[in-house]
Structures are given as structure tokens and as C-alpha cells.
């Protein structure tokens, strides 16, 4: 366990090589200092600056290349002591004149003036540090002694508020500098504790009007006028597109708008219980966390094996969302849910340890059970696969993976920073670091059986399966004629050599002269084959998995010998532990580098009351199981600031594009600082004191002025040279639709859009080019792409899509869809050109336009209502005078261009010949893939499927699918 010295915080400077330097000078260097100090000043003073200002600049910014490495001393200039400085480098000139800033090289240097250091524009100082460097220099250059050095920090520690900064208590870092360092009030606002409401709303204003209350009070203050209430229509499209990812129909806008007329606050309270208690809406706002937790159905890395049952966690997710969990249970549910079932099975059966054990390996699981296991793929989200990598590695990189989208989700913390030093700007010692990583590190990944719920859609298991045992049938016949030929040409060889046959398995140890050769009987091009086949017969036996019990989970152990081939495969299998297993701070991060042992537990500059099972409030229990219980309760404790601040500051964001705080992800020093303090505290404390209910805080944000505001401003001009960013929202923020609402927002206007409720992945139909191109995984080409063959799979919503790291669905990945590989904070919205030339010309974009225009012309006769009606389903208005005559000889005028062109008619293929090298010889070699969904493929209606004027008006549907109006939510 952590000794008490090591929680103490150590107040000795330990810094290598120093004291040779000092030792014998120090007393000469103390009477000089006190001949150079300025007026005002006393020796005491000057110490103090060098010691707890210079100093930890010079060691940060300087010692790195100036005397830390006695082996490489860039310019022969070592900066460790007042000798080396009052010495210079290799011009033989010092660099430090006691008493004259002006004069010393190293003040002219610091200041960028002729030399420049630090050399780099990010590492230069500030003015206040070079003010620091400019004073003690004019006081002489004094350089205590360690023992005065000593004396000073322990004085310093013992005032924990001074005026350059606040103490923060936490567990201590490598060293005494960081563990005294001081730290900016306005740095440390996510680490205090939430105020009460009391301290932050005056009695008068009631907490429905809370809102309003903390933003027209910055309003006020900026001198910006609220811009009027937003129209009903543009209302009622921005709640249905801001709760359900989806536009509204043109019947539900009429009816809210009379609804509006008729009582304002009834009818939208109303559209938002609603849109609320609509399944749409779960699948849209699971969306937004699954961006943060970086959900993917496959692992990504050298080979981005599919993980076959992560859909049951992005369905978790949604029914989470849409059943209104209390946050503080999703979050437990997500870090522990399989030790919460374990406790489960051990209560209702009345077992011990080895009976939950079997039902893990049974998977033995009453539905609330299976639930949590279920949430636990939180934990197997992350990119990893240890192919080529060794086994220690490779667990080191799936712990680190765990500590660090654990601060970020739920905490809104970059713990990767603490990985190999302590942190450079927040309180969060490298201690903290390897605490939460002992926390996590009897978690072991695997896919554990794990009963299907009878809420999980099984819909298209059996046509879905049946294509993968299809693809299965054709890799494994082609491996097993490829390797009856070896064999045959093997049996031939042991005849020629009068040696009894052995088979691969029994020859692979023989001597070279008592075995054929490996590939013997295969050449080049059937040796490639023989390895394509096999990795192909591993990614079809995994897909299987996707429809049997079993769920992407974790489970415990002291020991666990991983698998070569774990990315394809992990099952539970415990290995007898001799010894616990103790955890090291690892120095710099690298495995063999063991500092001081730690003890599992949480950040400790947040003051959360300690649980029971330990006395220290920054530690939790060192049992194997329940670990990651503790952290999580401490993690969803009430009285965790950085918690609750990040939800509704996340839930903030997705509402007005931008969160109170701008870094959702980084809470640090270095991310951006509330714009509204006050209102982030009162809604973190408000969500807490109701339940932690996110569609309770949906439902205040929403009911609120600020929210129903136009994004047309009062004084645009006064807003631009005010508040350009619309940080105080004087006018709603106007924003582009998302990579999912464009897609699932035009299959609903076209009558595409299939409502499901989950299940496994479906395949859309992306650009046919990235769906065949080769991709390569290790030794060897990955499946192409075969989209799933009925309009009814593949119109579903875009989150229910299978998404791959490897390759990613172009037309959502353009209009910015995020790499699943790093946590998403925020998504960009940047316009880019590509974008432009893909809603024109993309095959997707035409297809979509067909769709539209043929359903206009099933429910309308006349091109003039045809016009209106398209009008109506997209823009949700109906068309002007003027753009139904323009837009009716628009479509006259296509019709003509049409009638002269004939469209090709488009062909799928059945099979496609791809083409590698092989490992060995080096040597070219043909492979033939099979794409057996083309052979009964229902396509989406093409240009050749239709008429002339079908694709006239789908030119005008295209249009308004290009247009500003549709593109952009108000």
C-alpha cells in the first residue's frame, strides 16, 4: 500500500546534480545577493522569489537542455547554478550580470530580443515571467541554499491563499514544486464545490425564470439588446430537429401553429413533452454520447476486427436516453455494471464467489442483470488490438485508454497529461493517474454470454445470419481445397522420404530435414490465397457472434493470460493468482520504470466524503471486485463539481452549439472558462436536487426566453463588434444540420425513412467506389462492403448504421461525423467544398431526389402542387407566388434536357478479383471475393428506373435539398 511519507507533500527541491554546485559557494553567493537588492526590499524577499518563482521557470523552461542531461549541454551552457549562469556558455561571456537585467544576456534572451529563449513560440514566457526573471536579477540573482530553499517552501505551504495563488490539496506530486505550486482562483472554478442555489439566485426570481434570470443579467451588462421570439415554425422545427433529429411533417407544424394561436406556453410546453416521450428521441440524443464514448462495431488498429455485439451497447444507450435514467445510475451502470450484477447473482441465489463465477461462464442473467452487463461496453469502446504487440504493452494501452475517456466523459478532465508527469496546469497529480488505473486494473476485457432481452430487436437475424454463414461456407471451401492440395503434395513428400505422414500440427516442430516445406505443393498465388482465406474464415466466424447472447463486456480477475489473438476473440478465463497484483506509479509512463506503489482511487482535489471501505477520501477499495463500484459512486457522487458541471454543460452545448464552458471535454486551466458561472452552478445544482433527470433539464432549457429566441438579431452590427461568438445569446445561434439529421431528415421528408427499434447494424448503401476499394488489415485485404439488399434495412436511421473505423460512410464523415477513435467533445460544422459537390452530384443526393420527386407525383397530380407540396416537406412552408412560377418553369425547362438524355442503367457486380502481394516471395497474386447480396438486390429507384418527368422535378428536389433554408436549423 502507498506509505504515509509518499501522501505527505515533500517540500525538498530534488534536482539533480544542484548541490555540487552550491555547496561550496553558497555562503559568498548569500553576501552578494545582498549587495544587489533594490530599495524596499529585504534578502528574505528576494529568496522567496528566486525560489518559488524563478526557479520552478528556469527548471521548466531551461534545465531540459541546460544541464538536467550532464551528456548533452546544449552551447556548453549549464544553467543548474548561479556559477554556471555568472559563467556563460560556450562564447565564455556570463549570461548574468547581479544587479543589471539590461546588461544580462539571459534577461535580453528571455525577452526575445537577439537570441530567443525558449526557442519555441509555445514554450516562450509570459510578461509577468519575464518581469519575475527582470527583478530577481535586479535584486542581485540570489540562489539560497537547499536548506533555505527548504525553509522557504515550507513557509510558503503553510499559507494555503496568498496573493499569487491558492494551494490545492491533493496527493501529493513527484515533487515538492508541483505539490506547493499555487493556481489561479479562476483555474480551479470546476474543481470547487457547486454553490447553492441560495448564494446564486436572489429570492425574488423564481427557478423557472432562472435561466433567463443569468443571461439577460450578462446581456445587461454588455449593453445587448434580446432579440423577439422566433415564429412558431421556425419553434417547432428547431425543438423537433433539437430533440429528435428529425424535421417535423407539414401536418404537425399546421397543428402547432394553431395550438400557438391559441395558448403560447400550453401548446410548446406540449410539443416538448412530446418530442420528449417520442422513441426518436433517444435515438438522437444517444447519438450525441455515443460521440463522446467514441462508439464504433469494430476495433480498429492493423486489423479492426468487428466487435459483433457492440450494438446491444449503443441500444442500452438509446433505451437510457429514452427511459429517462437518472444520470447518476447511467454513469455507474457504464464503469461497474457487471460487478453491480455480480452482487446481484451472489443475493438471489445466496452463493459465494464461485458461484457468480459460473454464471458469468453460463450466462446466467435475470434481465436487469443482463442490462448492466450490457452498459459495461463503455469500457470496450476504445480503438485497441494486440497484434505484434507484447502482452504487458498491451494491456498498459488498454488501462491508459480506460483512465483517460473516464476523465473525459464523466469528468470533463485530460488525464492522458498525467500519464508521465504531473499535470503542467490543473491539480492532478501523476498519483492520481496511476490511482484511478489501479482502479480499473483487474478489469479484463471479454465477450461474455449474456441472455437477449426481450426488448432487443431480433429483426433480420435470420436473412443477416444466412449471409454470413454464406460468406463463412465460400472462405472455409477455399481454404480446405487449398490446403488438401498442400496435404496431398505433403503425403507425397513423406512417401518420397520413406517418413511416416504427419499432418501441419505434428510436423511444425520436425527438424527441416525431417518435414516438407511449409507451403509445399503452392506456389505464390495459392500460398496468398491459402492466408486470405484464413483471415477471412476469422472475420466471418466472429461476424456470427453478432447474433447469439453475448455482450462486448469486462469482468474481474487478480491474473489473466491474454490471448496473441485477443482482438478477435476473448472469452472470461481466470488464472489462479499467486500474488496480488501491486500497482506502481510507472515514471514517464514506460512499464519498466516502477516508481512508488499505489493504491486504487479518485482525484483527489476533489473533497468527496470517503465511502466506508477506507478512511481516506482519496482511495477506495483494494479488493479485486468492487473497485470499480467505488470509483464510480465517487465519480456520480452528488458533491462531485466536476460531474454534474460537465452534464448539464454538455446538455447546454447540444441545445445552443456551444457549451457554458466551450470545452466540454477539458473542465483544465488550459480549456475555455464559463461564459455564465453562475447559471452552469445553478443547473448542476438544480439536476442534482431533481433527480439527476436529463429530460427534466431538457424541458427547463427549452421552456426558457433565451431558448425561443430568433437567431435574427437586434443590432447586428453592435453584436459584431460586441460579442461576435453570440457567447451571451442575445439571439439563437443558428446552426447546420449534423451528418445524421441531413441523412435521416431527407429520408424522412422523401418517405424512405424506416423507424426500427435497434437490433444489429444495418448496412446502408455508401459511394460504391469506397464500398469495393481494397482495404487493407494485417497480411491481408478486409471484406468489401456489401450494403444490406432491401430499402427497408438500409433506410434505417444513420446510428442503427454499421460503422467502421476503417472506413468510414464518405457522405457522413464529410458533413463531419467524427472519428470514432478520440472522444468528441464538440463536432465541427466547418463548410468545406466537397460538401457542396456531394449534395449535387453524390449518387446518394440523386437516389434521394428520385425518392422525393416520386412521392410527390403519387400524392399530387398538378406540377404547381407538386412545387407547393415539396415546399411544404422540406422547408416546412409552403412557396411563394413568385418561386412557384419560377420554380414551375424550372422544372419545364429540365424536362426538355431530359428528354434528351438517356440514362445509363446501373449494374451491381457479383464477384470482384482483388489483387496483393505475398509476404514470403514478394510476388503478385488474384484472389476472387464473392458479393452474394447482389444476386437479389433491391435497389434504390435510379435515373433509367424512372421517367423524364421524374427526374425534371427530382432536379427541384435536389434544389431544395441544396438550399440554405433546408440545410440550417433557425
Not at 485477443?566 to 509512463?589: C, D, E, M, S, Y
Not at 447546454?652 to 452549439?657: I, K, L, T, V
Request: glycine share 6%; charged share 25%.
Amino acid at each position: 500500500m502507498e506509505s504515509p511519507r509518499q501522501c505527505l507533500q515533500m517540500n525538498a527541491v530534488s534536482l539533480p546534480g544542484i548541490s555540487k554546485f552550491l555547496q561550496p559557494l553558497t555562503c559568498l553567493f548569500v553576501l552578494l545577493s545582498a549587495a544587489y537588492l533594490t530599495a524596499g526590499e529585504t534578502p528574505d524577499a528576494a529568496d522567496e522569489q528566486f525560489t518559488l518563482k524563478v526557479l520552478p521557470l528556469l527548471q521548466t523552461k531551461c534545465f531540459g537542455c541546460h544541464g538536467t542531461d550532464p551528456q548533452d549541454i546544449r552551447g556548453e551552457y549549464n544553467m543548474l547554478s548561479r556559477a554556471g549562469l555568472l559563467a556563460g556558455g560556450e562564447s565564455g561571456e556570463p549570461s548574468l550580470i547581479p544587479g543589471n537585467p539590461e546588461q544580462s544576456s539571459l534577461y535580453q534572451a528571455v525577452l526575445w530580443e537577439g537570441l530567443e529563449m525558449p526557442p519555441k513560440e509555445n514554450d516562450r514566457l509570459t510578461d509577468e515571467e519575464t518581469k519575475q526573471i527582470r527583478q530577481w536579477i535586479a535584486a542581485g540573482a540570489p540562489w539560497p541554499s537547499l536548506e533555505r530553499q527548504t525553509q522557504i517552501h515550507k513557509s510558503a505551504a503553510a499559507v494555503a491563499v496568498k496573493e499569487d495563488g491558492r494551494i490545492v490539496s491533493t496527493s501529493g506530486g513527484t515533487s515538492a514544486e508541483w505539490t506547493n505550486r499555487r493556481y489561479q482562483p479562476a483555474d480551479l472554478w470546476a474543481f470547487e464545490q457547486v454553490r447553492p442555489a441560495s448564494d446564486l439566485l436572489p429570492e425574488e426570481v423564481s427557478a423557472n425564470a432562472a435561466i433567463d434570470y443569468f443571461i439577460n443579467q450578462k446581456l445587461v451588462e454588455a449593453d445587448l439588446s434580446p432579440a423577439a421570439e422566433a415564429s412558431p415554425r421556425q419553434l417547432i422545427i428547431r425543438a423537433s430537429y433539437d430533440l429528435t433529429g428529425l424535421p417535423p411533417a407539414p401536418s404537425e407544424i399546421d397543428d402547432f401553429i394553431a395550438a400557438y394561436s391559441r395558448d403560447t406556453e400550453q401548446a410548446w410546453e406540449a410539443l416538448i413533452d412530446r418530442l420528449l416521450a417520442s422513441p426518436r428521441y433517444g435515438e438522437h440524443w444517444g447519438r450525441h454520447w455515443l460521440d463522446v464514448t467514441r462508439y464504433a462495431d469494430t476495433g480498429g488498429m492493423s486489423n479492426d476486427f468487428e466487435r459483433s455485439n457492440m450494438w446491444r451497447y449503443r441500444d442500452y444507450v438509446i433505451r437510457a436516453f429514452n427511459n429517462d435514467k437518472p444520470y447518476q445510475e447511467f454513469i455507474i451502470e457504464q464503469l461497474a455494471g457487471d460487478e453491480l450484477a455480480d452482487r446481484s447473482v451472489a443475493k438471489r441465489t445466496g452463493g459465494d464467489r464461485k458461484t457468480v463465477h459460473q454464471a458469468q461462464l453460463a450466462g446466467k442473467y435475470t434481465d436487469q442483470e443482463a442490462e448492466w452487463i450490457i452498459a459495461t461496453g463503455f469500457l470496450r469502446l476504445g480503438p485497441w488490438d494486440n497484434a505484434m504487440v507484447e502482452p504487458d504493452a498491451a494491456r498498459q494501452m488498454y488501462l491508459d485508454d480506460l483512465v483517460n475517456i473516464t476523465g473525459q466523459t464523466f469528468l470533463a478532465q485530460t488525464l492522458r497529461c498525467c500519464k508521465c508527469h504531473d499535470h503542467k496546469f490543473d491539480p492532478i497529480p501523476t498519483r492520481d493517474y496511476y490511482r484511478i488505473y489501479a482502479a480499473f486494473s483487474p478489469t479484463h476485457m471479454a465477450e461474455r454470454p449474456v441472455p437477449l432481452l426481450s426488448c432487443e430487436n431480433r429483426d433480420g437475424f435470420e436473412n443477416g445470419k444466412a449471409h454470413v454463414e454464406r460468406m463463412l461456407q465460400f472462405a472455409v471451401q477455399e481454404k480446405n481445397r487449398l490446403i488438401q492440395k498442400r496435404e496431398d503434395a505433403a503425403r507425397a513428400w513423406f512417401r518420397e522420404h520413406d517418413l511416416p505422414y504427419k499432418n501441419e500440427a505434428e510436423r511444425r516442430d520436425l527438424p527441416d530435414d525431417k518435414k516438407p516445406p511449409r507451403h509445399v505443393g503452392l506456389d505464390h498465388v495459392e500460398q496468398g490465397q491459402l492466408k486470405v482465406r484464413e483471415q477471412d474464415e476469422w472475420i466471418w466466424t466472429r461476424r456470427l457472434e453478432r447474433y447469439q447472447p453475448m455482450a462486448q463486456s469486462v469482468f474481474n480477475a487478480e491474473r489473466y493470460t491474454m490471448p496473441w489473438n485477443g482482438a478477435r476473440k476473448l472469452r472470461i478465463k481466470r488464472k489462479p493468482a499467486k500474488q496480488k497484483v501491486v500497482n506502481h506509479i510507472l515514471t514517464g509512463g514506460a512499464l519498466e520504470a516502477r516508481g512508488d506503489v499505489v493504491q486504487p482511487g479518485v482525484l483527489s482535489a476533489v473533497s468527496i466524503p470517503a465511502d466506508s471501505s477506507t478512511a481516506n477520501s482519496g482511495l477506495i477499495t483494494a479488493a479485486t471486485e468492487g473497485r470499480r463500484t467505488e470509483l464510480a459512486r465517487r465519480i456520480a457522487h452528488p458533491d462531485n463539481g466536476l460531474t454534474t458541471r460537465a452534464i448539464v454543460n454538455r446538455i447546454w452545448q447540444y441545445h445552443f452549439g456551444t457549451g457554458l464552458a466551450a470545452n466540454a471535454n477539458n473542465f483544465g486551466a488550459k480549456g475555455a472558462k464559463p461564459t455564465h458561472p453562475e447559471l452552469l452552478d445553478w443547473l448542476a445544482g438544480d439536476f442534482v436536487m431533481h433527480g439527476w433527470r436529463i429530460k427534466r433539464l431538457h424541458r427547463q432549457i427549452m421552456l426558457s426566453e433565451v431558448y425561443r429566441r430568433s437567431s435574427i438579431p437586434v443590432d447586428s452590427q453592435q453584436l459584431t463588434q460586441t460579442d461576435p461568438n453570440n457567447r451571451l445569446l442575445s439571439c439563437f445561434p443558428r446552426r447546420r444540420l449534423s451528418a445524421e439529421e441531413l441523412r435521416d431528415g431527407i429520408l424522412k421528408i422523401t418517405g424512405e425513412l424506416v423507424q426500427s427499434a435497434g437490433g444489429v447494424p444495418v448496412m446502408p448503401e455508401i459511394n460504391m467506389e469506397v464500398a469495393l476499394q481494397p482495404r487493407m488489415i494485417q497480411f491481408s485485404l478486409a471484406p468489401a462492403y456489401q450494403p444490406s439488399p432491401t430499402p427497408a434495412e438500409r433506410n434505417r436511421r444513420t446510428i442503427y448504421s454499421y460503422h467502421v473505423r476503417g472506413q468510414a460512410d464518405p457522405f457522413t464523415e464529410l458533413f463531419n461525423q467524427p472519428n470514432p477513435n478520440e472522444s468528441c467533445e464538440l463536432r465541427e460544422s466547418a463548410a468545406v467544398t466537397p460538401q457542396v459537390f456531394t449534395l449535387l452530384n453524390s449518387d446518394q443526393m440523386i437516389d434521394r431526389s428520385i425518392a422525393f420527386a416520386l412521392r410527390l407525383q403519387q400524392e399530387h397530380a398538378t406540377l404547381p402542387e407538386q412545387v407547393n407540396r415539396a415546399f411544404r416537406l422540406a422547408l416546412g412552408r409552403s412557396a411563394s407566388e413568385q418561386e412557384r412560377s419560377r420554380l414551375k418553369q424550372y422544372v419545364t425547362d429540365m424536362r426538355e434536357y431530359h428528354a434528351d438524355v438517356v440514362p445509363e442503367p446501373n449494374r451491381y457486380p457479383q464477384t470482384i478479383t482483388r489483387s496483393l502481394v505475398e509476404e514470403f516471395s514478394g510476388q503478385p497474386f488474384e484472389y476472387q471475393e464473392i458479393l452474394p447480396v447482389f444476386t437479389h438486390y433491391l435497389s434504390d429507384k435510379k435515373p433509367a428506373d424512372v421517367s423524364t418527368e421524374t427526374r425534371a422535378l427530382a432536379d427541384l428536389c435536389l434544389l431544395l435539398f441544396n438550399s440554405n433554408e433546408f440545410m440550417y436549423v433557425e
